[in-house]
């Protein structure tokens, strides 16, 4: 059922469906979390563990992203900015105050709201392209003061020692493995809670603001209210990406603000696709598959990668899971046909 | 921050001389990239992100022919009609396969080429710094203006980028061939029913871009070092240089060329770390106060 034939059914039917599909979605959710909370009893490999962690740290981004990208068509060349606030914000609440790392976690999305609130506000006005550049102006603003506060950050050194990582509740994230469980979660919750926004009706009126912003705002929607909660949520999102890679490298490092991480996540979307919501999670196991494989196999990364990308943007024309679902629809169309 | 020596430079005629010198430098170079930029944003409607790449490439290709020849002037020209052809080649054959798709699209190809352009160059150039040299023509006495020590190389420099910008403004405004290109920016299909080639058009018009950022790397060749990769903070900032002016304006790319270019050379006096911060604050500030920048055309 495509999203049109779903706006039109009825508002009833929908209800219930929409309360269906939240237990669905659960489901799904704890299905996914015991299958990788199995992963380390099954297999012995420290360099799995550390792909998933990655991909969580990824695919938070990502997806998040795709909350602007896809849901609302606000084309953010900037989100990395909030992947480097929450590593930033998280390695040094953690190094300064010593408080436990859960007080960390929220303070450092608190920080990040704060923040993202006033780049939003100013961000959102614009439209289209221009929104890309001014998003990619405060990311550079942000980079560019990241390597001038030295005595703060570590300047291009990054924040070095390490990150000092209490136990609490019985969970030590120095732990590889209550890391990696740790970081599972996060990205199941993460993903769980974005899914819902997504199918909340504040998720269609975002679908309605990028289909047509004029409309949404003759019949009463706020649209810059609206812009700007969604760029606050998918900022807190992105955040807890960050914080997942600063307890993975138990640090921070400018790069993790520079533009390039927005660009490899506007990338992963169109690797995996925009129009499902999973999309950005398969182009985020994609790209980094992809990376493992060809730095080892080649020193001319950039070519392999470079010919991989003009094969999806000139010769499949879109992501992977939107080329896997058109392909599954048209055979069910015929299917139906006979 | 270390405001004491800017303002000891701006009290100071020679300290302002070489500074604005300097300035003028970085901006011309930053022009010549952002105006291919701008032009082909104007008339194709695509933010060409491998320009960078065709700077690297006039650069590469002007230190070869140099080499070769000797000859100072058959290095621009290398540098500036290798890019241009690179450029013909880049949108007949990929460029023109995604102006229909998404602008995600156009930019994921250019962010291909970007990645494939950088490793040619260290396949076939190394990937070590490399330097052309200052030719011997201008390795003479360099100029003294108000104290100032001024290069003959920079005034040659300046002339050329100068020239382009007359020339290209004068013949859009005032040629046949410029009055096809603005109508072609401004209605395609009504350009390609009076019996225009658009294609033919949308080529130049890459190529001329193409051959505008050759120019400028084979210019900065001399005074630059090389190195894969080198296009990209040149991109970066013309890309500011093109927001900042208004996408699609050849006088705003002019204005914000030299505006960044001045930001850089006295902001790294009173803001050594905080350089390329300056810039995007501008750009901020630009962008919040008239989103299509200096000289852009308001979109209705």
């Given at each position: 059922?495509?999203?049109?034939?779903?706006?039109?059914?009825?508002?009833?039917?929908?209800?219930?469906?929409?309360?269906?599909?939240?237990?669905?979605?659960?489901?799904?959710?704890?299905?996914?979390?015991?299958?990788?909370?199995?992963?380390?009893?099954?297999?012995?490999?420290?360099?799995?563990?550390?792909?998933?962690?990655?991909?969580?740290?990824?695919?938070?981004?990502?997806?998040?992203?795709?909350?602007?990208?896809?849901?609302?068509?606000?084309?953010?060349?900037?989100?990395?900015?909030?992947?480097?606030?929450?590593?930033?914000?998280?390695?040094?609440?953690?190094?300064?105050?010593?408080?436990?790392?859960?007080?960390?976690?929220?303070?450092?999305?608190?920080?990040?709201?704060?923040?993202?609130?006033?780049?939003?506000?100013?961000?959102?006005?614009?439209?289209?392209?221009?929104?890309?550049?001014?998003?990619?102006?405060?990311?550079?603003?942000?980079?560019?003061?990241?390597?001038?506060?030295?005595?703060?950050?570590?300047?291009?050194?990054?924040?070095?020692?390490?990150?000092?990582?209490?136990?609490?509740?019985?969970?030590?994230?120095?732990?590889?493995?209550?890391?990696?469980?740790v970081s599972c979660a996060l990205l199941v919750i993460g993903l769980l809670l974005m899914r819902q926004i997504a199918?909340?009706?504040?998720?269609?009126?975002?679908?309605?603001?990028?289909?047509?912003?004029?409309?949404?705002?003759?019949?009463?929607?706020?649209?810059?209210?609206?812009?700007?909660?969604?760029?606050?949520?998918?900022?807190?999102?992105?955040?807890?990406?960050?914080?997942?890679?600063?307890?993975?490298?138990?640090?921070?490092?400018?790069?993790?603000?520079?533009?390039?991480?927005?660009?490899?996540?506007?990338?992963?979307?169109?690797?995996?696709?925009?129009?499902?919501?999973?999309?950005?999670?398969?182009?985020?196991?994609?790209?980094?598959?992809?990376?493992?494989?060809?730095?080892?196999?080649?020193?001319?990364?950039?070519?392999?990668?470079?010919?991989?990308?003009?094969?999806?943007?000139?010769?499949?024309?879109?992501?992977?899971?939107?080329?896997?679902?058109?392909?599954?629809?048209?055979?069910?169309?015929?299917?139906?046909?006979? | 921050?270390?405001?004491?020596?800017?303002?000891?430079?701006?009290?100071?005629?020679?300290?302002?001389?070489?500074?604005?010198?300097?300035?003028?430098?970085?901006?011309?170079?930053?022009?010549?990239?952002?105006?291919?930029?701008?032009?082909?944003?104007?008339?194709?409607?695509?933010?060409?992100?491998?320009?960078?790449?065709?700077?690297?490439?006039?650069?590469?290709?002007?230190?070869?022919?140099?080499?070769?020849?000797?000859?100072?002037?058959?290095?621009?020209?290398?540098?500036?009609?290798?890019?241009?052809?690179?450029?013909?080649?880049?949108?007949?054959?990929?460029?023109?396969?995604?102006?229909?798709?998404?602008?995600?699209?156009?930019?994921?190809?250019?962010?291909?080429?970007?990645?494939?352009?950088?490793?040619?160059?260290?396949?076939?150039?190394?990937?070590?710094?490399?330097?052309?040299?200052?030719?011997?023509?201008?390795?003479?006495?360099?100029?003294?203006?108000?104290?100032?020590?001024?290069?003959?190389?920079?005034?040659?420099?300046?002339?050329?980028?100068?020239?382009?910008?007359?020339?290209?403004?004068?013949?859009?405004?005032?040629?046949?061939?410029?009055?096809?290109?603005?109508?072609?920016?401004?209605?395609?299909?009504?350009?390609?029913?009076?019996?225009?080639?658009?294609?033919?058009?949308?080529?130049?018009?890459?190529?001329?871009?193409?051959?505008?950022?050759?120019?400028?790397?084979?210019?900065?060749?001399?005074?630059?070092?090389?190195?894969?990769?080198?296009?990209?903070?040149?991109?970066?900032?013309?890309?500011?240089?093109?927001?900042?002016?208004?996408?699609?304006?050849?006088?705003?790319?002019?204005?914000?060329?030299?505006?960044?270019?001045?930001?850089?050379?006295?902001?790294?006096?009173?803001?050594?770390?905080?350089?390329?911060?300056?810039?995007?604050?501008?750009?901020?500030?630009?962008?919040?106060?008239?989103?299509?920048?200096?000289?852009?055309?308001?979109?209705?």
């Open positions: 059922m495509t999203e049109l034939q779903a706006e039109r059914a009825g508002a009833e039917v929908q209800r219930v469906e929409a309360s269906r599909s939240r237990y669905f979605d659960l489901l799904i959710a704890l299905v996914a979390f015991a299958v990788l909370a199995l992963l380390p009893v099954l297999f012995n490999s420290k360099a799995l563990l550390d792909f998933v962690i990655r991909c969580s740290a990824f695919g938070l981004f990502a997806t998040s992203l795709n909350l602007l990208v896809g849901y609302t068509g606000l084309t953010s060349f900037g989100h990395g900015m909030f992947f480097g606030l929450g590593a930033y914000g998280f390695g040094l609440t953690m190094q300064r105050t010593g408080v436990p790392v859960p007080v960390a976690f929220v303070a450092t999305l608190l920080i990040t709201t704060v923040i993202a609130t006033a780049i939003g506000a100013i961000c959102v006005r614009l439209k289209e392209i221009y929104f890309a550049f001014v998003t990619l102006a405060f990311q550079m603003l942000i980079h560019s003061t990241i390597l001038s506060w030295a005595s703060l950050t570590g300047g291009d050194q990054g924040l070095r020692g390490g990150i000092p990582r209490p136990a609490f509740l019985g969970i030590d994230l120095s732990n590889h493995v209550h890391l990696y469980v199918q909340s009706p504040f998720g269609y009126t975002l679908r309605m603001i990028r289909d047509n912003a004029t409309r949404a705002s003759f019949i009463g929607i706020d649209v810059w209210r609206a812009k700007l909660t969604i760029f606050v949520l998918a900022a807190l999102f992105a955040s807890t990406g960050g914080i997942i890679m600063a307890l993975f490298v138990s640090g921070a490092y400018p790069e993790f603000a520079y533009w390039t991480i927005s660009g490899e996540g506007i990338f992963i979307n169109m690797l995996g696709g925009v129009t499902t919501f999973l999309g950005p999670m398969v182009g985020t196991v994609l790209l980094l598959i992809l990376n493992d494989t060809v730095t080892r196999l080649t020193e001319y990364y950039g070519i392999v990668l470079g010919i991989v990308i003009l094969f999806f943007a000139i010769g499949l024309r879109k992501g992977l899971m939107d080329f896997v679902v058109e392909w599954y629809a048209q055979r069910h169309h015929d299917a139906e046909r006979g | 921050m270390d405001l004491d020596a800017l303002t000891g430079c701006l009290a100071s005629s020679a300290c302002l001389v070489t500074q604005t010198t300097s300035g003028f430098i970085i901006g011309m170079l930053l022009f010549l990239v952002a105006v291919g930029l701008t032009l082909i944003f104007g008339v194709l409607k695509v933010v060409n992100f491998s320009h960078g790449a065709f700077y690297m490439f006039g650069a590469y290709f002007a230190m070869t022919a140099y080499q070769l020849s000797g000859s100072f002037a058959l290095a621009m020209l290398c540098g500036a009609a290798g890019t241009a052809l690179l450029g013909l080649v880049f949108e007949r054959v990929f460029m023109s396969r995604v102006y229909g798709a998404d602008v995600l699209m156009q930019l994921l190809v250019c962010y291909a080429f970007v990645l494939i352009f950088d490793d040619v160059v260290r396949m076939v150039w190394g990937p070590e710094f490399r330097s052309m040299g200052m030719p011997a023509a201008f390795q003479v006495v360099p100029l003294f203006i108000a104290g100032g020590v001024v290069p003959p190389y920079y005034l040659l420099l300046i002339g050329v980028a100068l020239a382009m910008a007359v020339i290209l403004g004068l013949g859009l405004a005032r040629t046949r061939i410029g009055k096809v290109i603005r109508a072609a920016a401004h209605n395609p299909g009504m350009v390609s029913a009076l019996g225009i080639n658009t294609g033919l058009i949308y080529g130049g018009v890459f190529a001329l871009g193409g051959m505008l950022a050759g120019l400028a790397g084979a210019l900065a060749a001399p005074v630059r070092s090389l190195t894969p990769g080198m296009g990209f903070s040149v991109l970066i900032e013309s890309f500011i240089v093109t927001v900042i002016g208004g996408m699609g304006s050849i006088l705003g790319a002019l204005i914000g060329a030299i505006l960044i270019g001045m930001i850089r050379s006295f902001g790294s006096l009173g803001f050594p770390l905080f350089t390329e911060g300056l810039m995007y604050l501008f750009m901020v500030i630009v962008l919040v106060s008239r989103p299509t920048g200096l000289f852009g055309k308001e979109v209705a």
